[in-house]
């Protein structure tokens, strides 16, 4: 399965917990906008709303900037596609704890285009700069062991 689209914030901002699999409902001319790689998931996140979940600010671009519909918003509200059971249990761990509910990347899967959820806390800032640090620390390693330092 290749990843179209990435969220890189995701695992700075978040510390990812659980990861789940869920399809999207999208019109035509949205799958081929993702398929070319036009959406952005920084900044998106998931609720769960009269047992329903939902993906807040996912931003897709027209798949055709010049022939679009005037009543297209690319930052709308979509539907996501989960199990019940998967749906009760993600609201009732979203309840319980001060967790959220993030994508982390769109992926086409036999035709079909998914996003992996991931169940995550968020960082404080002394958490990201031990991140900044175990990366650079890692990039030395990698450096030294090629003989490049």
């Known amino acids: 399965m290749k990843s ?3 969220n890189k914030k995701a695992s700075f901002d978040y510390e990812i ?3 789940f699999e869920a399809g999207i409902v999208l019109s ?3 799958i081929k906008a993702v398929k ?4 952005n998931l920084a900044g998106s996140f998931a609720i769960i709303r009269n047992n329903e979940a939902y993906l807040l600010n996912l931003s897709l671009a027209p798949y055709q900037p010049k022939n679009i519909n005037f009543a297209y918003i690319p ?3 979509r539907k996501l596609l989960l199990h019940k059971k998967q749906i009760f249990y ?3 761990r979203l309840k319980q704890k001060n967790l959220t509910l ?3 990347r769109m992926y086409n899967k036999h035709g079909l285009i998914k996003i992996e959820l991931a169940l995550a806390k968020g960082k404080k800032k002394f958490d990201k700069r031990e991140t900044i640090k175990k990366r650079e620390i890692k990039r030395r390693i990698d450096k030294a062991k090629k003989g490049q330092y």
Request: no cysteine; glycine share 10%; proline share 5%.
């Open 102 to 104: 993030i994508p982390l």
């Open 90 to 92: 993600l609201s009732s």
């Open 36 to 39: 070319t790689g036009k959406a």
């Open 75 to 77: 930052d709308k509200t």
């Open 17 to 19: 917990l659980e990861k």
């Open 4 to 6: 179209i689209i990435i």
């Open 28 to 30: 035509g001319a949205e």
